[in-house]
């Protein structure tokens, strides 16, 4: 090791960005910071020459020191330098075909780093300047082998060395909640939420901040005691996609390319695990729903002596898929064969005809032997975004034991009727339910500094789920904006802009306009033209002179938007539409004149 000098920072300068040319201007500053000598650039010249001498005395011929006009440049092979066998190594993590493999890289390039860094290097604008960049390179690094180890579970593995660089590096927020997540994985809930007090306490007392939105979620996951979840494996090579704002807000998760048909026999689809399946993954922010939940648990967990179909209907965006996930991570232990949600739709919304699931089904080179159903005991299948009963004829299971939960914006009676289980239709959160969603997303202490704008903010968003996390989402990433600022933006527009910009999945109105176009022309005109009506209650007999048509015929179009979602029955023959819903049929162009009464005509009929 060089002693601390002049050539050992210019030395060190030049290998901190090797292989390029470094300035004159940046050496000297280097080497003398603010207080250059007059003779500068004669004694940086100097410098060179004693430190090119030093590489002949030590026979360093990998190296080679040039003079280029503006500068110097070193050119050095990746093997010499450890910093570029750093940086390689973290090249080939990225393109490792797996987490172990990603894992091994990452190791062996951390192992490069030994001691403090530029320890004998005597250059205080190196350290002010340079020396950050390699920490957080370095940092980053070991956030990425936590990660990947966490997720493959080694859980109880890496709390030591996270405890050593939560300690060293007390700010950096993912160290401590990698820390909390091994801890509360581990069994050790009491110590994992002492460890998020630990954080939240140095953070206020030492930076006048709160902790971040994850280590909030963290923590309430750990109070409610909640399932984490399994871990979930590194895209490249993972058997599943992680859950995402998609999943929390009842879409379907984004899938690959439909497989060519090639047609099996429908029960034998069946006994194999499902290709296009993907093991059930934990619902973000999951909220309310206790009752709803209770009932659906019981459903399909009892009654071990014959199949269970179980169909979870109600209007777009209302939150299906992530209660249906949250009932299949709560039914774990009830289907010790498998659990896993096939989407019945691509992504454009447009269904997969049953002869495309069948046949996917039926591909054993899908199959992973880790993911592999035990076809001799109870397994669930949730199978998301059914469009019409024949879609799923040869999923609905047969063997005692087994059970189907199906989610679709229709009703599904018919099928209920022919092959028995159970319906249960889903409503609008409440108020409370709703204002707990938001602050799960945004924060406790962000939600109760706007209770009220809080309460405006749900009540604008329909307390639909979709809704409410497009802007919970909109909000999290605009940590300035308050609540009663967006509670004014959406007041403006309240449908279009329900959206998140480059998300089509995480948007209201294509939920809705999705919705629509599943049914035929003249029912979709049949929504607008109820939306457009000024009257919040409709009967048969008003409908049928709102649309002009026969009461026989008016009530049987209400029935059919019923069954698709977007109206709601009262007791009594009355029906109503959803507010954002009406909102949104108002922001349609109308598609010819179905009304024979105007509005204002019909809103004064008895």
């Given at each position: 090791?060089?002693?601390?000098?002049k050539?050992?920072?210019l030395?060190a300068a030049l290998?901190?960005?090797h292989?390029?040319?470094v300035?004159?201007?940046?050496?000297?500053?280097?080497?003398?910071?603010?207080?250059?000598?007059?003779?500068?650039k004669?004694?940086l010249?100097n410098?060179v020459?004693?430190l090119?001498?030093i590489?002949?005395?030590?026979?360093?011929?990998?190296?080679?020191?040039?003079?280029?006009?503006?500068?110097?440049?070193?050119?050095?092979?990746?093997a010499a330098?450890?910093?570029?066998?750093?940086?390689q190594?973290?090249?080939?993590?990225d393109?490792?075909?797996?987490?172990?493999?990603?894992?091994r890289?990452?190791?062996?390039?951390?192992?490069?780093?030994?001691?403090?860094?530029?320890a004998?290097?005597?250059?205080?604008?190196?350290?002010?300047?340079?020396?950050?960049?390699l920490?957080?390179e370095?940092?980053?690094?070991?956030?990425r082998?936590?990660?990947i180890?966490?997720?493959?579970?080694r859980c109880?593995?890496?709390?030591?060395e996270?405890?050593?660089?939560?300690?060293?590096?007390?700010?950096?927020?993912r160290?401590?909640?990698?820390?909390?997540?091994?801890?509360?994985?581990?069994?050790?809930?009491?110590?994992a939420?002492?460890e998020?007090r630990?954080?939240?306490g140095?953070?206020?007392e030492e930076?006048g901040v709160?902790?971040?939105?994850?280590?909030q979620?963290l923590?309430l996951?750990?109070l409610r005691?909640?399932?984490?979840?399994?871990?979930?494996?590194d895209?490249?090579?993972a058997?599943?996609?992680?859950?995402d704002?998609?999943?929390?807000a009842?879409?379907p998760p984004?899938?690959?390319p439909?497989?060519?048909?090639t047609p099996?026999t429908?029960r034998?689809?069946?006994?194999?695990?499902p290709?296009?399946a993907?093991p059930i993954?934990p619902?973000?922010?999951?909220t309310?729903?206790?009752?709803e939940?209770?009932?659906?648990v019981?459903?399909l967990?009892?009654?071990?002596?014959?199949p269970?179909?179980?169909?979870l209907?109600?209007?777009?965006?209302?939150?299906?898929?992530?209660?249906?996930?949250?009932?299949?991570l709560l039914?774990?232990?009830?289907f010790?064969g498998?659990?896993?949600?096939?989407?019945?739709?691509?992504p454009?919304?447009?269904?997969?005809?049953p002869?495309?699931?069948?046949?996917a089904?039926?591909?054993?080179?899908?199959?992973?032997?880790?993911?592999?159903a035990d076809?001799g005991?109870r397994?669930l299948?949730?199978?998301?975004?059914?469009t019409?009963?024949?879609?799923?004829q040869?999923?609905?299971?047969t063997?005692?034991?087994?059970a189907?939960?199906?989610?679709?914006?229709?009703?599904?009676?018919?099928?209920?009727?022919a092959?028995?289980?159970w319906?249960?239709?889903?409503d609008?959160l409440?108020?409370?339910e709703s204002?707990?969603?938001l602050?799960?997303v945004?924060?406790?202490?962000?939600?109760?500094a706007e209770?009220?704008?809080?309460?405006?903010?749900?009540?604008?968003c329909?307390?639909?789920?979709?809704?409410?996390t497009?802007?919970?989402?909109?909000?999290?990433?605009r940590?300035?904006?308050?609540?009663?600022d967006?509670?004014?933006?959406?007041r403006?527009?309240?449908?279009?802009?329900?959206?998140?910009?480059?998300?089509?999945?995480?948007?209201?109105p294509?939920?809705?306009?999705t919705?629509l176009?599943?049914?035929?022309?003249?029912?979709?005109?049949?929504?607008?033209?109820?939306g457009r009506?000024?009257?919040?209650?409709?009967t048969a007999r008003l409908?049928?002179r709102?649309?002009?048509?026969?009461?026989?015929?008016a009530e049987?179009?209400?029935?059919r938007?019923?069954?698709?979602?977007?109206?709601?029955?009262?007791?009594a023959?009355?029906?109503?539409?959803?507010?954002?819903?009406?909102?949104f049929a108002?922001t349609?162009p109308?598609?010819?004149?179905l009304t024979?009464?105007?509005a204002?005509?019909?809103a004064?009929s008895?």
């Amino acid at each position: 090791m060089l002693q601390p000098s002049k050539p050992t920072v210019l030395l060190a300068a030049l290998l901190l960005r090797h292989n390029s040319v470094v300035s004159t201007e940046f050496l000297q500053s280097a080497i003398w910071g603010d207080g250059q000598p007059a003779s500068a650039k004669a004694a940086l010249q100097n410098c060179v020459l004693r430190l090119r001498r030093i590489f002949v005395k030590y026979g360093i011929a990998n190296a080679l020191i040039e003079s280029v006009p503006g500068g110097y440049r070193i050119s050095i092979a990746a093997a010499a330098l450890d910093l570029m066998r750093f940086r390689q190594l973290l090249r080939s993590a990225d393109a490792a075909p797996d987490p172990a493999t990603e894992l091994r890289a990452l190791g062996e390039a951390l192992a490069l780093w030994q001691g403090p860094f530029l320890a004998n290097v005597p250059s205080d604008v190196l350290r002010r300047d340079e020396i950050p960049h390699l920490v957080e390179e370095r940092l980053r690094a070991v956030e990425r082998a936590r990660d990947i180890e966490l997720s493959m579970g080694r859980c109880q593995q890496v709390i030591t060395e996270l405890w050593t660089v939560a300690r060293a590096y007390p700010a950096r927020e993912r160290f401590r909640e990698q820390l909390i997540e091994a801890l509360y994985r581990s069994g050790r809930q009491a110590e994992a939420l002492a460890e998020y007090r630990a954080v939240k306490g140095y953070l206020r007392e030492e930076l006048g901040v709160s902790p971040g939105s994850s280590l909030q979620r963290l923590e309430l996951i750990i109070l409610r005691g909640d399932d984490i979840g399994p871990p979930v494996p590194d895209d490249r090579g993972a058997a599943e996609d992680p859950a995402d704002a998609a999943t929390a807000a009842g879409l379907p998760p984004a899938e690959d390319p439909p497989t060519p048909p090639t047609p099996p026999t429908a029960r034998a689809a069946l006994t194999a695990p499902p290709p296009t399946a993907r093991p059930i993954a934990p619902v973000p922010h999951f909220t309310g729903r206790a009752a709803e939940t209770a009932s659906l648990v019981t459903r399909l967990t009892t009654g071990a002596s014959r199949p269970v179909t179980v169909v979870l209907s109600g209007a777009p965006g209302i939150g299906k898929t992530a209660l249906a996930q949250h009932i299949a991570l709560l039914t774990r232990d009830a289907f010790p064969g498998g659990r896993f949600l096939v989407p019945m739709s691509h992504p454009d919304g447009s269904p997969r005809s049953p002869g495309e699931i069948a046949s996917a089904l039926a591909r054993p080179e899908h199959h992973r032997a880790d993911d592999a159903a035990d076809h001799g005991r109870r397994r669930l299948l949730v199978l998301d975004d059914v469009t019409d009963a024949d879609q799923i004829q040869p999923l609905l299971p047969t063997r005692p034991g087994d059970a189907v939960l199906i989610t679709s914006g229709f009703g599904l009676a018919g099928l209920v009727a022919a092959h028995g289980g159970w319906a249960h239709r889903l409503d609008t959160l409440t108020e409370e339910e709703s204002c707990r969603l938001l602050a799960a997303v945004l924060g406790t202490e962000r939600a109760e500094a706007e209770p009220d704008a809080l309460r405006l903010l749900a009540a604008g968003c329909g307390h639909f789920p979709l809704a409410l996390t497009v802007m919970a989402a909109r909000l999290l990433t605009r940590p300035r904006l308050r609540v009663a600022d967006c509670v004014a933006w959406l007041r403006d527009d309240p449908v279009t802009r329900l959206s998140l910009a480059g998300d089509p999945r995480l948007s209201v109105p294509r939920a809705f306009a999705t919705a629509l176009d599943r049914l035929d022309p003249l029912l979709a005109d049949a929504f607008e033209a109820i939306g457009r009506w000024d009257r919040r209650r409709l009967t048969a007999r008003l409908g049928a002179r709102l649309l002009g048509v026969a009461p026989q015929e008016a009530e049987e179009t209400l029935e059919r938007l019923v069954d698709a979602g977007l109206l709601e029955e009262e007791p009594a023959g009355e029906y109503h539409m959803h507010e954002l819903l009406r909102a949104f049929a108002r922001t349609r162009p109308g598609r010819g004149d179905l009304t024979a009464v105007p509005a204002a005509t019909a809103a004064a009929s008895p």
